[in-house]
């Protein structure tokens, strides 16, 4: 057995076990449409190796030729595929489908030309590396956020698209790809060749099956940290979160502020309205903390009706109207489930970051601030003055009740 033989052999096995990896990540998850069309796409490299392989039994190689390449040709389009529906991307199956056609009639025709031609050549492996520009300029339009890993796929595309390119000059380098398609596997270039192809397409799936599994662990991180009914963070995601705002805003010298808010009289609404219309206040004033903060800001459902957003970059006066405006705006929301005459309110505590203090001590102040509002009243704002503070509430009173 030929070099060139082995290393189809170990393309095809690799290939299986690629596809084996990517359907096991689409079993995991039945929403993975992306691993299911790269498993599609190292199928059919499985159904390239078998056929390259079998070339050499047929008299008349033009047919298992032409179709060896338009099979891996396919395979790069399922692989494009997967990249455009990872990032987001719509799949340009028109383009990809009519260059399909159209490369392969020009395969088939080619062939009447010289073995060692470079036009006949370069037509055989241009379409490849056009398809790994396509796959790179998937990734590259995507409006998701890249990682390392992406840019890395990024430069494995860019880079096996040179090596499709550069193929041709390659062959002629190492003396041609056999005098004819029966004795390509018996070339040096073959050697080349299909061990270029393993180091690509392994690098390539490596890279996809650590991004897909990324993808997984922080889709199951993020279920584990949200809170299914406000869909925000949940008490310990939101600390650890939290904690890590804070040290980002005192490496850039910059304040920070928390702010928690407490739903007023709740346990009325579930018991005059049932707990279905409780949901829906969580969910609404959960909504608006969402839409109200900034894409910094950590907003987190601590307690059952008792939620908290850390403000980096804010100090305590904006913080303050930051709770005033949400205050304002949220007692003015109407509530689906709850007759047009009832409104809900919040009650809020307000507390910056002072220098020496953790956020367990920001946390307590902000806590205390709050615990003063709603013996004020409710539906009011109360500022912590901050450790030391004048005021032995530690709290300044804010004029922020509603009429």
């Not at 397409?201 to 991004?211: K, V």
């Amino acid at each position: 057995m030929s070099g060139a033989n082995f290393i189809l052999l170990i393309n095809l096995s690799v290939a299986g076990l690629l596809a084996a990896s990517f359907m096991a990540v689409a079993f995991h998850d039945v929403g993975r449409t992306p691993a299911r069309w790269f498993a599609s796409g190292y199928v059919l490299g499985m159904v390239y190796s078998a056929i390259e392989f079998s070339i050499p039994a047929f008299t008349d190689a033009r047919l298992p030729v032409v179709t060896a390449f338009a099979v891996f040709l396919g395979a790069t389009i399922a692989f494009n595929v997967g990249l455009a529906r990872k990032y987001g991307v719509a799949p340009p199956w028109s383009p990809m489908l009519f260059f399909l056609v159209a490369a392969t009639i020009v395969v088939y025709f080619v062939q009447d030309l010289p073995r060692q031609s470079l036009v006949r050549m370069m037509a055989y492996q241009l379409p490849y590396a056009v398809m790994q520009f396509v796959g790179l300029a998937i990734v590259w339009s995507s409006r998701q956020r890249r990682g390392r890993l992406d840019r890395i796929l990024m430069a494995v595309l860019a880079a096996s698209a040179v090596q499709f390119a550069s193929k041709p000059f390659i062959a002629h380098a190492l003396g041609g790809w056999g005098a004819n398609p029966q004795a390509y596997l018996q070339s040096n270039y073959a050697l080349v060749s299909q061990s270029l192809g393993t180091v690509f397409a392994l690098a390539m799936a490596l890279l996809t099956l650590a991004i897909l599994v990324r993808d997984v662990l922080a889709e199951v991180t993020s279920r584990s940290e949200t809170d299914t009914l406000s869909r925000l963070l949940n008490r310990g995601a939101f600390t650890r979160q939290a904690e890590q705002a804070v040290l980002g805003a005192m490496r850039q010298g910059v304040p920070v502020a928390l702010v928690i808010a407490d739903l007023d009289h709740f346990k009325s609404i579930n018991d005059n309205f049932g707990h279905a219309s409780g949901d829906r206040v969580i969910e609404t004033f959960a909504g608006f903390l969402r839409e109200a903060g900034a894409g910094h800001h950590v907003a987190g459902r601590i307690g059952g009706e008792e939620f908290a957003i850390i403000l980096p970059g804010t100090n305590l006066a904006a913080a303050r109207l930051f709770a005033e405006g949400t205050r304002s705006a949220f007692g003015a929301l109407p509530i689906d489930g709850l007759p047009a005459n009832v409104s809900c309110t919040a009650s809020f505590g307000v507390a910056e970051l002072h220098p020496g203090e953790t956020i367990a001590d920001l946390m307590r102040r902000a806590d205390e601030a709050l615990y003063l509002a709603k013996n004020a009243g409710r539906d009011c704002v109360r500022v912590s003055a901050g450790p030391g503070g004048e005021w032995s509430s530690s709290a300044i009173v804010i004029n922020s009740r509603s009429g």
